[in-house]
T-cell receptor, first 110, second 114 residues
């Protein structure tokens, strides 16, 4: 069954704006990861946040985790046209497997 | 390093035909995974392996078989293809260790079953 559920499903923004995506999950997790998929390509790992962390930064990415609400958010600041992609959250329950959400499609308009 | 490679990139099958998808990784990763991606469904785990000679079922294993005879290779077989198996198939691998959790993905194989 699908663990992560992203919201919103599709987002269209102007270059330079910030993009925020949310993900909710149902069971306890070891960590939560975000991946990017460009059209026609495989997924690329972006950032990981452990269950005992609340916020993490990597370049223009900021991810938060609220284990009490079973939710996470991914913020991309100062978006660029190259950020146009689908973004997936994935939960790791500690059993060597990931459960992926359905993905957010982000379009950054130059 | 090539990372994770998949062959073939694209294949058309007729219902009932069989085929094998090959995944190879050169990162000496212990774990390997096969997913399928369908429109609006995200990625769903088919089978996975936690080491050479081991395999386990994922979320949607029916109609597929796998083998991990060598550490670097993970094969996905369709014995009798069905139109419902039309999808994009992704292989991924992951290293082992306390701080190693990210999966590395191949470019995908597009399969069309007529």
């Amino acid at each position: 069954s699908q663990q992560g559920e992203e919201d919103p499903q599709a987002l269209s923004i102007q270059e330079g704006e910030n993009a925020t995506m949310n993900c909710s999950y149902k069971t306890s997790i070891n960590n939560l990861q975000w991946y990017r998929q460009n059209s026609g390509r495989g997924l690329v790992h972006l950032i990981l946040i452990r269950s005992n962390e609340r916020e993490k930064h990597s370049g223009r990415l900021r991810v938060t985790l609220d284990t009490s609400k079973k939710s996470s958010s991914l913020l991309i600041t100062a978006s660029r046209a190259a950020d146009t992609a689908s973004y997936f959250c994935a939960t790791d329950d500690g059993n060597n497997r990931l459960a992926f959400g359905k993905g957010n499609q982000v379009v950054v308009i130059p | 390093n090539a990372g994770v490679t998949q062959t073939p990139k694209f294949r058309v099958l007729k219902t009932g035909q069989s085929m094998t998808l090959l995944c190879a990784q050169d990162m000496n990763h212990e774990y390997m995974y096969w997913y399928r991606q369908d429109p609006g469904m995200g990625l769903r785990l088919i089978h996975y392996s936690v080491g050479e000679g081991t395999t386990a079922k994922g979320e949607v294993p029916d109609g597929y078989n796998v083998s991990r005879l060598k550490k670097q290779n993970f094969l996905l077989g369709l014995e009798s293809a069905a139109p419902s198996q039309t999808s994009v198939y992704f292989c991924a691998s992951r290293g082992i260790g306390q701080k190693v959790f990210a999966q590395y993905f191949g470019p995908g194989t597009r399969l069309l079953v007529l």
